[in-house]
């Protein structure tokens, strides 16, 4: 169990992570705690399984890389091998089997669009399954991993991203690249952990707190702080929601969606043979009970021409991209 202290420091470090030479005093500040206390309870949390890591999501696309979601229906006696070859991609950030007769749906990042066709080409070679597709962002209408821990943040305060196409890419210097290597790299839990980010990069600290908040200022950075296993914290069912909607209704419905606290991710995407679902909402609830009263609402709210919830059934690979590895 959680103590109170802890879940405070979550709700503040998932998405309001200080980018400051001493995060960790920011957030005792705020709280009203020492430094050492606050530090010694984020240990415990990541000891604990609870945060996965602290780093920097960063926008595949400024990066010059380009990112697609793949669908793919895999017969159960070919499952185990099909799975250990995605996970095994390093363009793969995230692998879930979900309840669909697409089962696999896993994200690919790399550098280019011809690559992901090739990579997925591979795929329906080595194990002769033709349905796979890749169903890339058209526009995004929400990303926020915020998970309420407290019970105390206002339904109304999930600031959804706004609608876009995919972003331009960055011009980086080689020392912007490996700035990008060492902020996607899980952040040291000590009272000055951008001290030894400068010191891989060559960089002051001044220089590094000031190109995380220019990156995070033009979207090259969607987020820096703490990931979670949401599923430690009490919610334990997640599902993507799926829509068909008319093409001039979508962003409407995706505004709508995105407003819900229970969406992590709205997107929408292109079709595919056997997959007329246009508009895609990740949502989470602390029971299936609770998960579908929320589909209820959205449904009735946006009514769709159809919908399904894909429950997910295995999380196979849940990891960040690594960028610039090569």
Excluded at 2 to 9: F, G, P, V
Excluded at 69 to 76: D, G, S, Y
Excluded at 162 to 184: F, G, N
């Amino acid at each position: 169990m959680m103590t109170e202290l802890q879940k405070k420091i979550l709700d503040i470090i998932q998405a309001r992570f200080p980018i400051e030479a001493q995060p960790y005093a920011v957030v005792a500040r705020q709280l009203n705690n020492s430094e050492e206390e606050i530090i010694a309870a984020v240990k415990q949390l990541k000891d604990g399984g609870i945060v996965r890591r602290i780093a920097a999501i960063f926008e595949a696309a400024r990066l010059g890389y380009v990112s697609t979601l793949a669908a793919a229906q895999v017969p159960a006696e070919k499952l185990e091998t099909f799975v250990a070859d995605v996970n095994a991609l390093s363009g793969v950030s995230h692998n879930y089997g979900r309840r669909h007769k697409y089962n696999v749906w896993f994200t690919l990042i790399l550098p280019g669009m011809a690559l992901i066709e090739q990579t997925l080409e591979n795929l329906r070679q080595k194990h002769g399954i033709e349905a796979i597709y890749s169903l890339p962002a058209e526009k995004l209408f929400k990303i926020r991993v915020d998970f309420d821990v407290t019970g105390l943040k206002d339904e109304t305060t999930s600031t959804p991203a706004p609608a876009r196409a995919q972003a331009e890419t960055a011009k980086l210097s080689d020392t912007q690249i490996a700035l990008v290597r060492q902020l996607q790299e899980d952040l040291a839990v000590a009272a000055r952990p951008f001290d030894m980010v400068a010191q891989a990069t060559g960089l002051d600290v001044a220089a590094v707190l000031e190109q995380i908040n220019q990156w995070k200022d033009n979207g090259t950075i969607r987020r820096f702080g703490a990931s979670i296993r949401h599923q430690r914290i009490g919610f334990t069912y997640n599902g993507m929601v799926v829509f068909e909607l008319e093409p001039e209704r979508i962003e409407a419905a995706g505004k709508v969606l995105a407003d819900y606290k229970e969406v992590s991710h709205c997107y929408q995407r292109p079709t595919a043979p056997g997959w007329p679902y246009n508009l895609f909402a990740m949502t989470h609830g602390k029971s299936e009970e609770q998960l579908r009263e929320v589909v209820e609402r959205m449904v009735e709210q946006i009514k769709p021409k159809r919908y399904d919830l894909l429950l997910s059934t295995a999380e196979y690979k849940k990891n960040n991209v690594k960028y610039f590895i090569g």
